[in-house]
């Protein structure tokens, strides 16, 4: 009967630890997905996030996908793994890898001016959206001529964040192209524009032939869709009031992406597994085009110099900002919009990666220590990123 016991109890152990599921972290250390679970809920509920999703990455493989939290959580209707996200800057890393596709192909060169591949100046076009294809105030400028692709990927296309940052909220170019990192959306807005016209196709035609269906991203578009109706997440403010949910966006390769945990674990997962681009393509993605010295990476600390991340060598790829770590390039992401805000960062020699999406204004307030919690990335640029830990942050930031 003992004998009976005993063995009745040591499998129950050996079917608890074939059960078990852990996490590798960076340092080969791991965690259990419980653990991992209470911390996440325990910096949620300290920092006062509404609602998170979580994915992690090992051997180049998603080992663990959750949410917590509300997607909106005046009516406590939960976040789950599928429901639509607005992905504000993620945007940015999806359409990198399209244009690198095109440069794979012998379409796209990345050091060739980008209005030589147009018949006719930009600014002659006859516009067809609200505002981002408006280019009549370059008529007059002396230097657009001279982006290429590689400068709109890099943010040194010498192009303002937006065109109604500047006083007169007339677009032109701040300084030469390829002088100097600035970040840009209007960068990529110009080569989408410029792709558009070139290959005769809007950009959502483009990312779901290229990238949404191959990788099986179902519920992802750079407009909204009436499907998204179904399950979507609104965006909290600090106080926990709600955003309105902005439907009307025409597609912008830098900040319009819709999509879901889910959807962008999948594309994380295809870029780990170059299975959109040759492995030759990614290394280039993540290639260091520009080290970035600035404090911050907006705000008025944006035109201070720094040397505070030399360690790191912080810089810009193509479409990702990459970091050196004792483990390798760390390439990510972040996105940030009113109530959402998230973070990528992908370990391609390791095959680690975590990415974090949330719907909260207080999110990036837990990112620094989730960060190394979760995989043991203690090389994020937090303050660079202004990822204020929340215990730091004063009453109202």
């Excluded at 959306?185 to 792709?195: I, K, N, P, R």
């Excluded at 990788?215 to 309105?244: C, I, K």
Aim: charged letters at 20%; aromatic letters at 12%.
């Amino acid at each position: 009967m003992l004998k009976q016991l005993l063995l009745f109890f040591c499998c129950l152990c050996l079917n608890w630890s074939a059960n078990a599921q852990t996490i590798t972290r960076l340092d080969k250390s791991t965690i259990t997905t419980q653990t991992l679970e209470a911390k996440v809920q325990q910096l949620m509920q300290a920092a006062q996030v509404q609602g998170l999703a979580v994915a992690v990455f090992n051997q180049n493989k998603a080992v663990y996908q959750k949410a917590f939290g509300y997607k909106n959580a005046v009516t406590k209707e939960p976040l789950t793994p599928t429901t639509n996200i607005y992905g504000a800057s993620l945007s940015k890393a999806v359409f990198a890898v399209l244009v690198m596709e095109l440069v794979q192909e012998g379409k796209l060169d990345l050091d060739k001016p980008l209005q030589s591949y147009l018949p006719q100046p930009i600014y002659a076009y006859q516009p067809t959206t609200k505002w981002q294809d408006h280019y009549e105030d370059l008529k007059q400028d002396t230097l657009y001529h001279k982006i290429t692709a590689r400068m709109c990927l890099a943010h040194t296309s010498g192009l303002p964040n937006w065109r109604w940052d500047l006083p007169d909220q007339k677009l032109r170019v701040l300084f030469p192209p390829g002088l100097k990192y600035s970040y840009s959306g209007e960068g990529l807005v110009y080569l989408q524009t410029v792709l558009e016209k070139m290959l005769g196709l809007p950009l959502e035609e483009m990312m779901q032939q290229r990238i949404f269906k191959p990788v099986g991203m179902a519920n992802s578009s750079y407009t909204w869709q009436p499907r998204f109706e179904q399950d979507y997440s609104l965006g909290h403010r600090s106080d926990g009031s709600l955003y309105e949910k902005d439907k009307d966006n025409e597609a912008r390769a830098a900040s319009t992406l819709e999509t879901t945990l889910q959807d962008y674990t999948r594309f994380s997962q295809a870029v780990l597994q170059n299975r959109l681009l040759k492995p030759a393509t990614t290394q280039v993605l993540f290639t260091p085009q520009i080290r970035i010295k600035s404090k911050q990476q907006f705000g008025p600390l944006r035109l201070q110099e720094t040397t505070d991340n030399d360690a790191i060598q912080l810089s810009y790829g193509l479409g990702w900002v990459l970091l050196k770590s004792p483990y390798g390039t760390g390439a990510f992401k972040e996105g940030h919009g009113d109530g959402f805000q998230h973070y990528s960062i992908l370990f391609p020699e390791t095959g680690t990666g975590i990415l974090l999406m949330s719907n909260s204004d207080n999110a990036e307030s837990i990112f620094r220590e989730l960060l190394a919690f979760a995989i043991g990335d203690t090389f994020t640029p937090w303050y660079w990123e202004n990822y204020l830990p929340y215990l730091q942050k004063k009453p109202g930031e």
